[in-house]
């Protein structure tokens, strides 16, 4: 009897995130430096509603990524986020706005249940919207006049480009509809002329629309959402979701959406979770704030 021929398949190729977001920290730092040279400074303000040890800690450590890339940051706090209103936040935002000095802004979530978050992130000027999440700037994507677009949904395109694959004419398929992730990240495939699925809650075969993609993008928040039998071979898989997963042992691990190792097996391209898509977001906020503060510069004074 002939021995058994076994086809060793290989693995995907792992996106490094964290190392593709220190390289873009470093243009952020020289161009920051460069505008610097010149008197110009980039400031970012952030405001973060009560006060929570997790929320003091992100702020932190966002003051100290903003440093290390020359980048002015300053915190606005709201201590009793119960009894702050609307009105009170709505004021600082239309403040910031007005202050020259001020380059960047951004508003910390979660809010309290009584803060309209959508409202609020509304009120911020465009063009300090650095997270882009002011429907004008999702209305300049749409119509492929992208200004500043949503931090996620930027990352994920450039870890996609970071394969080398044409974008123009893929087919690309988004699972997660999210106003954050998933809706602006199809609407950047889109406009890189990708050929658009958008699968959700009600979608009826996900697996149907997800087997015949180039690219699969997973924005759900649901651990093993996607396994092996929803890719086909050497497709481009980028996994946005974290979830907080208990082990057997008692111990807390981050994963994605994908299940890893059996995606991995399958696919040409994948990101992992944690050190893909999360430092990628990092480092484009701070691209976004350095694009901010750019387009501010570059306007008459007496227009912003």
């Known amino acids: 009897m002939p021995p058994r021929i076994r086809i060793i398949r290989p693995m995907a190729k792992i996106i490094d995130g964290a190392a593709l977001a220190k390289q873009i920290k470093e243009q952020v730092k020289t161009r920051t430096a460069e505008l610097a040279a010149r008197g110009k400074v980039v400031r ?10 997790a929320g003091e800690l992100y702020a932190q450590r966002q003051k100290e990524t903003c440093a290390a890339v020359g980048i002015e940051y300053d915190l606005i706090t709201f201590g009793d986020g119960n009894r702050v209103t609307h009105d009170e936040i709505a004021e600082t935002i239309e403040r910031l706005n007005k202050d020259q000095s001020v380059t960047g802004i951004m508003l910390h979530l979660p809010l309290p249940g009584h803060l309209d978050a959508t409202k609020l992130q509304y009120a911020i000027d465009p063009v300090k919207d650095v997270e882009g999440v002011n429907p004008a ?11 500043i677009a949503p931090c996620t949904a930027l990352a994920v395109i450039e870890l996609i480009r970071s394969t080398g694959v044409e974008l123009r004419g893929a087919e690309a398929v988004v699972v997660g509809a999210s106003e954050i992730a998933g809706k602006p990240i199809s609407l950047l495939l889109t406009e890189q002329m990708a050929t658009v699925t958008l699968c959700h809650i ?17 924005a759900v928040g649901k651990p093993d959402l996607i396994g092996s039998d929803h890719i086909r071979d050497g497709a481009i898989v980028i996994d946005v979701g974290i979830n907080r997963v208990k082990q057997p042992e008692g111990t807390s691990k981050t994963v994605g959406d994908v299940s890893f190792d059996q995606v991995a097996a399958k696919a040409a391209h994948i990101t992992p979770v944690p050190g893909g898509v999360g430092p990628m977001t990092v480092a484009i906020l701070l691209r976004n704030t350095l694009r901010s503060a750019e387009l501010l510069f570059a306007m008459p ?4």
């Open 301 to 304: 004074r007496d227009l912003y």
């Open 137 to 147: 700037n999702i209305g300049y994507v749409v119509y492929g006049h992208t200004l």
């Open 202 to 218: 009600a979608t009826r075969d996900l697996r149907s629309h997800t087997k015949r993609a180039d690219i699969v993008v997973v």
């Open 44 to 53: 970012l303000i952030a405001i973060l509603v009560g006060s929570t040890p």
